[in-house]
């Protein structure tokens, strides 16, 4: 018998089994050998367990129910003569587990799905709702005996609680583990971008970095806020790069940058940027007042946008294409000592991108916002302006794709929103998974609610948030999308105060550690940043709040 992959799923009614089997089917091709298959009417497939089908397998029990589905899934290896790979949907024991892997040996995997009864029987009675005289759970689960669910637990070879998972979350966690990815490729300017619907803690993990590199770019606009703290007090980046005024770096603000020309000179002021280091592109849009006003009329109120004006000065600088309204950062004349005149452009960062190549320089561009607020990729409408993935990072800051070296995806283990906007119209900022409270978060981690819930306010508008659990799929589109080679998790604290004290991978919570590798499961990349906290009022006798695992770094070779 050729050499194909077998998965075996096993749990209780109810924990996913028909979903993922179902998925795995649709999503990487692989044919299930199902007991619903004694069904002739397709719609009984992927159902769960129904009368009829429950008498016909009570009469195969009593015969021969344990090799059945063995014999099956050989005869279905003999069909599927091109080493399709298999899901077995499902066995209820470890001697049917046993049983298949003397058959097939390493190619099997088992994979066992488990939550919690309530949770079980809250979606059993949902998945009824509606029949005239549904079985009861406990008769419909044929998976009962303590020993036999323990047993089946420390055989698989993977476990997925699926308490807080749909079938495309559990399909993520599965799949990686099959090693049904592709993996990214490394390739030579590293990106940092966020992972979730950003607020991710970006501006930290760019501050620890900068002082790797030689060049710093910034894209996006000022309704994106990074915060960073550092031994001489925290501030808020909205256009400069994250730790501008902490580093040497050369300073460069691509041609997709939107401007608030007050914001962006007040920070130059403040963080002391000379033009010896900051070059702004000439094609950078300038943000007018009246595309301020214009957010607030509609988006402010319907989606909790910032009101920043930067989706209205991108909206003009299109419409307005062969007018004179529109004003771009060339035209502007207190951006002279930043962007030079015509014929002698100083910050036309194409140009400066090439210098540091040539020169052999570090390079970090650092993209705002995150994955899942990218206006083509996001949940329409509940999106930003601009595509906030490393494409559309690189183009905004003129950076070819063959370029990059390194992608960094910044994810927090529990994903925040904006608050949904005030007023009585249900409108909403958009949506979570698996929403929750950072009361909920605090009990959960031994945190302080109260401080919690204090310092969840966004950096721009400093609006409440709203947070949910960690979303599986989300993460795994997130990596399709920008097939990182390195994933920064930060608020590590969020999944248990101890954390807060840890200064080497190994002084995590146990718990923390299998999330981590999860993660590196699911994206095929190391997770090789761990931000510990992130506090916005800093102790300045000890800042360290990150565990570096990484096994390079970005300065170049004339350091």
Same mark, same amino acid.
């Given at each position: 018998? $050729?050499?194909?992959?077998?998965?075996?799923?096993?749990?209780?009614?109810?924990?996913?089994?028909?979903?993922?089997?179902?998925?795995?089917?649709?999503?990487?091709?692989?044919?299930?050998?199902?007991?619903?298959?004694?069904?002739?009417?397709? &719609?009984?497939?992927?159902?769960?367990? &129904?009368?009829?089908?429950?008498?016909?397998r009570r009469e195969l029990d009593d015969v021969d129910f344990n090799q059945w589905m063995l014999l099956e899934t050989r005869a279905m290896c003999e069909k599927?003569?091109?080493?399709?790979? /298999?899901?077995?949907?499902?066995?209820?024991?470890?001697?049917?587990?046993?049983?298949?892997?003397?058959?097939?040996?390493?190619?099997?995997?088992?994979?066992? /799905?488990?939550?919690?009864? !309530? +949770? /079980?029987?809250?979606?059993?009675?949902?998945?009824?709702?509606?029949?005239?005289? !549904?079985? !009861?759970?406990d008769d419909v689960n044929q998976l009962k005996d303590a020993a036999e669910i323990q047993a089946l637990k420390d055989d698989a070879d993977v476990r997925v609680y699926t308490e807080r998972s749909d079938s495309n979350d559990t399909l993520v966690r599965v799949a990686a583990r099959l090693h049904l990815y592709t993996p990214p490729e490394i390739r030579c300017v590293d990106v940092l971008i966020g992972g979730q619907y950003g607020s991710e803690g970006k501006g930290n993990i760019?501050?620890?970095?900068?002082?790797?590199?030689?060049?710093?770019?910034?894209?996006?606009?000022?309704?994106?806020?990074?915060?960073?703290?550092?031994?001489?007090?925290?501030?808020?980046?909205?256009?400069?790069?994250?730790a501008s005024r902490d580093v040497t770096a050369r300073l460069l603000l691509g041609p997709g940058m939107t401007i608030h020309l007050p914001g962006l000179l007040k920070e130059i002021d403040d963080c002391s940027i000379g033009p010896d280091r900051l070059f702004i592109d000439p094609q950078a849009t300038i943000i007018e007042e009246a595309d301020r006003d214009a957010e607030q009329v509609h988006l402010v109120s319907t989606i909790a946008s910032t009101g920043s004006g930067s989706g209205a000065a991108a909206a003009r600088r299109i419409l307005s294409r062969g007018k004179a309204t529109i004003r771009l950062a060339k035209d502007v004349?207190?951006?002279?000592?930043?962007?030079?005149?015509?014929?002698?452009?100083?910050?036309? +960062?194409?140009?400066?991108?090439? $210098?540091?190549?040539?020169?052999?320089?570090?390079?970090?561009?650092?993209? +705002?916002?995150?994955?899942?607020?990218?206006?083509?990729?996001?949940?329409?409408?509940?999106?930003?302006?601009?595509? +906030?993935?490393?494409?559309?990072?690189?183009?905004?800051?003129?950076?070819? !794709?063959?370029?990059?070296? %390194?992608?960094l995806m910044v994810i927090r283990p529990m994903p925040i929103r904006v608050g949904d906007p005030d007023g009585s119209e249900g409108h909403i900022s958009g949506r979570l998974k698996h929403p929750t409270t950072f009361d909920e978060i605090a009990q959960f981690a031994d945190l302080e609610a109260?401080?919690?819930?204090?310092?969840? %306010?966004?950096?721009?508008?400093?609006?409440?948030? %709203?947070?949910?659990?960690?979303?599986?799929?989300?993460?795994? %589109?997130?990596?399709?999308?920008?097939?990182?080679?390195?994933?920064? /998790?930060?608020?590590a604290d969020y999944l248990k105060a101890t954390n807060r004290n840890a200064r080497r991978f190994e002084q995590l919570?146990?718990?923390?550690?299998?999330?981590?590798? $999860?993660? $590196?499961?699911?994206?095929?990349?190391?997770v090789s940043l761990i931000n510990t906290r992130f506090t916005r009022d800093p102790d300045p006798s000890d800042l360290r709040s990150l565990i570096d695992r990484r096994n390079w770094t970005a300065r170049s070779d004339r350091r």
């Amino acid at each position: 018998m $050729e050499t194909r992959q077998i998965v075996v799923i096993s749990g209780k009614t109810c924990s996913g089994k028909s979903g993922l089997a179902s998925l795995l089917e649709k999503e990487f091709g692989f044919a299930v050998v199902s007991n619903r298959r004694f069904i002739d009417d397709p &719609q009984w497939r992927l159902r769960m367990e &129904q009368p009829e089908m429950l008498d016909r397998r009570r009469e195969l029990d009593d015969v021969d129910f344990n090799q059945w589905m063995l014999l099956e899934t050989r005869a279905m290896c003999e069909k599927e003569k091109d080493g399709r790979p /298999l899901v077995v949907d499902h066995l209820n024991t470890l001697e049917q587990v046993l049983q298949f892997r003397q058959a097939f040996g390493a190619d099997l995997v088992h994979v066992h /799905l488990y939550a919690g009864d !309530p +949770t /079980l029987q809250a979606r059993y009675a949902k998945r009824v709702e509606g029949d005239s005289d !549904p079985l !009861p759970y406990d008769d419909v689960n044929q998976l009962k005996d303590a020993a036999e669910i323990q047993a089946l637990k420390d055989d698989a070879d993977v476990r997925v609680y699926t308490e807080r998972s749909d079938s495309n979350d559990t399909l993520v966690r599965v799949a990686a583990r099959l090693h049904l990815y592709t993996p990214p490729e490394i390739r030579c300017v590293d990106v940092l971008i966020g992972g979730q619907y950003g607020s991710e803690g970006k501006g930290n993990i760019v501050a620890y970095l900068a002082r790797e590199y030689d060049v710093m770019v910034r894209v996006g606009g000022p309704n994106a806020g990074h915060t960073v703290a550092s031994a001489v007090g925290t501030f808020t980046y909205h256009h400069l790069p994250s730790a501008s005024r902490d580093v040497t770096a050369r300073l460069l603000l691509g041609p997709g940058m939107t401007i608030h020309l007050p914001g962006l000179l007040k920070e130059i002021d403040d963080c002391s940027i000379g033009p010896d280091r900051l070059f702004i592109d000439p094609q950078a849009t300038i943000i007018e007042e009246a595309d301020r006003d214009a957010e607030q009329v509609h988006l402010v109120s319907t989606i909790a946008s910032t009101g920043s004006g930067s989706g209205a000065a991108a909206a003009r600088r299109i419409l307005s294409r062969g007018k004179a309204t529109i004003r771009l950062a060339k035209d502007v004349d207190e951006l002279r000592p930043y962007v030079g005149t015509p014929g002698n452009y100083r910050g036309s +960062t194409s140009d400066r991108l090439e $210098e540091a190549y040539r020169s052999g320089q570090s390079i970090l561009l650092e993209g +705002t916002q995150g994955s899942g607020l990218s206006i083509f990729h996001g949940d329409y409408p509940y999106v930003t302006s601009r595509d +906030t993935n490393v494409a559309g990072c690189l183009a905004e800051a003129g950076i070819s !794709p063959s370029r990059v070296r %390194k992608i960094l995806m910044v994810i927090r283990p529990m994903p925040i929103r904006v608050g949904d906007p005030d007023g009585s119209e249900g409108h909403i900022s958009g949506r979570l998974k698996h929403p929750t409270t950072f009361d909920e978060i605090a009990q959960f981690a031994d945190l302080e609610a109260d401080a919690l819930n204090a310092a969840e %306010k966004t950096s721009t508008t400093n609006r409440n948030r %709203k947070v949910g659990w960690f979303e599986w799929d989300q993460f795994r %589109k997130a990596c399709a999308l920008n097939a990182p080679t390195d994933i920064v /998790l930060t608020f590590a604290d969020y999944l248990k105060a101890t954390n807060r004290n840890a200064r080497r991978f190994e002084q995590l919570h146990s718990d923390t550690i299998k999330f981590v590798e $999860e993660l $590196e499961r699911v994206s095929q990349a190391p997770v090789s940043l761990i931000n510990t906290r992130f506090t916005r009022d800093p102790d300045p006798s000890d800042l360290r709040s990150l565990i570096d695992r990484r096994n390079w770094t970005a300065r170049s070779d004339r350091r």
